[in-house]
T-cell receptor, first 114, second 116 residues
Framework: AQSVAQPEDQVNVAEGNPLTVKCTYS??????LFWYVQYPNRGLQFLLK??????LVKGSYGFEAEFNKSQTSFHLKKPSALVSDSALYFC????????????FGTGTRLKVLA | EPEVTQTPSHQVTQMGQEVILRCVPI?????FYWYRQILGQKVEFLVS????????KSEIFDDQFSVERPDGSNFTLKIRSTKLEDSAMYFC??????????????FGPGTRLLVL
């Protein structure tokens, strides 16, 4: 069965420092991977996705993610964190062939400290 | 930028009552979804809908739940007789198309349902 894991409940980083939010996945077949961000009282906003091609995917708000097949990881990164990046981040994988549902990780709360 | 909208933002209901959660997907999207997030837990898939019929549903989506596209713009989730454990944030999502798997689902802001 397809699954994703976000091993950290919370990540703290100082403003201006690089940030990484980790995600590992388990899929049969080709992985289709997504990152979403949730700000308080808002819905899930799409950041970026990996379908195929370059392992480094660039997305919204300066975020990028690196797909690593050998490590089955899809970590979200940003070179320089902003206080406004503080939010809840979800990694998701498409549920497998024959299904279009997303399977979400448990979420990682990012706190960027001024 | 077009976005998915949902109403109401909050709903409080008594156990056993029926609730209808409403969503307006992005206008040129053809595929619609409902997910829910119980407080402190992960986002879970409920159902997907295309061409006026359910295309996929999860184990959570039992006979208490139904979905409908009553007109050209709205997409609704009905819970017939609410239970305490239905308390959650309900997200509607839509996607323009389905490729071999790379479609992006765009989510609404959610409806927080509280069942007392």
């Amino acid at each position: 069965a397809q699954s994703v894991a976000q091993p950290e409940d919370q990540v703290n980083v100082a403003e201006g420092n690089p940030l990484t939010v980790k995600c590992t996945y388990s899929v049969s077949g080709n992985p289709y991977l997504f990152w979403y961000v949730q700000y308080p009282n808002r819905g899930l906003q799409f950041l970026l996705k990996y379908i195929t091609g370059d392992n480094l995917v660039k997305g919204s708000y300066g975020f990028e993610a690196e797909f690593n097949k050998s490590q089955t990881s899809f970590h979200l990164k940003k070179p320089s964190a902003l206080v406004s990046d503080s939010a809840l981040y979800f990694c998701a994988v498409r549920g497998g062939s024959g299904t279009y549902k997303y399977i979400f990780g448990t979420g990682t709360r990012l706190k960027v400290l001024a | 930028e077009p976005e998915v909208t949902q109403t109401p933002s909050h709903q409080v209901t008594q156990m056993g009552q029926e609730v209808i959660l409403r969503c307006v997907p992005i206008s040129n999207h053809l595929y619609f979804y409902w997910y829910r997030q119980i407080l402190g837990q992960k986002v879970e898939f409920l159902v997907s809908f295309y061409n006026n019929e359910i295309s996929e549903k999860s184990e959570i989506f039992d006979d208490q739940f139904s979905v409908e596209r009553p007109d050209g713009s709205n997409f609704t989730l009905k819970i017939r007789s609410t239970k305490l454990e239905d308390s959650a944030m309900y997200f509607c999502a839509s996607s323009e198309f389905r490729t071999s798997g790379g479609e992006t689902q765009y989510f609404g802001p959610g409806t927080r349902l509280l069942v007392l």
